[in-house]
C-alpha cells in the first residue's frame, strides 16, 4: 500500500471506496489486467466486514448456491484463516462449513480483522506488483466531469494532501454515494413517489428523508465475577428514557428487551444471557462472533472468551440522515448513535433485566481491541442506505 500517491496519478480503473464492493471490483480489474488505483476513507478495508463491524447477514442457502467464486474463495479463506492460526478443537476443525462464533445471523460469523486479513491476501498478488495500488485514509473531495462522463476525482490524504486520479473508468463504491453529488449525476435518496416509479405501494408523494437507520456496533464479551461496567455516556439520561416517535409504534422505551419486527411491526422480546446456558438462544447467540466452545485453551495464555456483535435494533438510530446534511448536522447525527450504543451498553450492564430477575451484568466488557478503536465502536457506522443513481427503468413490486 503506497504512502505518498503526489499530487496527479493515473490508472486504468479508480475505485472511490475500499468496502466489499471496491474489492470485488479491484478484483475482477486486475484480473482482466488493468491497473487500478482503490481509495478508502478509514484505515481497513472491508466495509461492513470490518470498519463497520457487521458478520454477513445472509440466506440459509449460501453455502449451496447464490455465492460468486470470489465470495466463496473468501469464505473458505475465513475458514482456513481460523484453521491456520487459533487452537479449534477437533471438532471445530473438522467441520467443513466451520462458523467461527457459531452465530445464528450467518453460516460464518467471524472477526472484523480476521475479515481483513483474508481481504488483504487476496489483494496481496496485485498490490505486491504494483497493479493495485491502495490509498488508506483517503477521501474523496470533488470531480471533474463533463456531461456524462467523469474524467477525474480529487481526494484528500488525511495529511492533508490532495491528489487527482484520472482513469477511463472510475467507480463510485462509497458507503454513500459519495461521488454522484461530486459529479453532478441524477440520484435519488429516501422512497420514491407513485409518480417517480409507478410503483403500486409506494408513498402518493416522495420522502427523500426517510432513509434505513444507521449503527454504531460495538462488540463485547463477557467476564464473570468482574465489574466491567463503563462510565455513565455523556447522552445516558436521554437515550435511558427515550421512545422512538414511530407508526406503527415501538412498543415502549428503547432501551428495553421488546422492540417492533418487521414486517407485521408486532412488538417481539429476544432473550440475552452471556453465561450461555445450553440450549439458550437470542440476542447473545445472533451475531456472536467468536464461540468459546470452538476453541481451547492456549498454552500459556488466557482463554479465549465467546464474543458478541451488538447490532441490534435497541442501537438503531432514528433521529437523523449522514446523507445530503451539513457536516456539523453529520456530525452530531454519528456522535448521538455513539452516544446511542455506549448508553445501551450501560443499561445492559447496569438496568437490563435478567432471566434469574436480577438486573444487569457488570461483567460485560467493551472490546476496543476487536474493532480496533480507542472508544470501542466501529471505525465506521453501519449503512444499510446510500444514494442511488436516478433509474431510467424502474423495476417495480408488480414486475416480480
Known sequence: MKSDPGSEHQADVAIIGGGVGGCAAALAAARGGASVIMTEETDWIGGQLTQQAVPPDEGRWIE??????????????????????????????????????????????????????????MLAPWVSSGQVTIWLNTKA??????????????????TGDETTIHAPYIIDATEMGDLLPL?????VTGFESQADTGEMHAPSEAQPDNHQSF????????????????????????????IPELSPAWPGKLLAWPYSFPPTCEPIEMGFDPTEPAGVSGFWTY???????????????????????VNWPQIDYWLGNLIDVSEEEATRHLEGSKQLSLSFLYWLQTEAPRPDGGSGWPGLRL??????????LAKYPYIRESRRIRAEFTVVEEHV
Open 215 to 242: 449503527t454504531c456496533c460495538f462488540a463485547v464479551d463477557h467476564v464473570p465475577g468482574e465489574d466491567r461496567t463503563i462510565d455513565q455516556p455523556a447522552q445516558w439520561n436521554f437515550w435511558r428514557d427515550y
Open 367 to 376: 472490546r476496543p481491541d476487536i474493532v480496533d478503536t480507542e472508544d470501542g
Open 141 to 158: 473531495i470533488s470531480a471533474d466531469a463533463v456531461g456524462d462522463r467523469v474524467r477525474s476525482v480529487t481526494v484528500r490524504r488525511l
Open 64 to 121: 449451496q448456491f447464490g455465492c460468486s467464486a470470489s465470495y466463496r474463495a473468501f469464505r473458505e479463506g475465513v475458514r482456513s484463516y481460523y484453521r491456520n492460526h487459533y487452537p479449534l478443537t477437533t471438532a471445530a476443525r473438522a467441520r467443513a462449513q466451520l462458523n467461527p462464533g457459531n452465530g445464528s445471523v450467518s453460516r460464518l460469523c467471524h472477526e472484523p480483522r480476521v475479515a481483513l486479513a483474508v481481504l488483504q491476501g
Open 183 to 187: 459529479t453532478g449525476t441524477e440520484y
Open 287 to 309: 451475531r456472536r462472533i467468536l464461540h468459546a466452545a470452538n476453541f481451547d485453551a492456549p498454552a500459556s495464555a488466557a482463554p479465549l472468551r465467546s464474543v458478541c456483535l
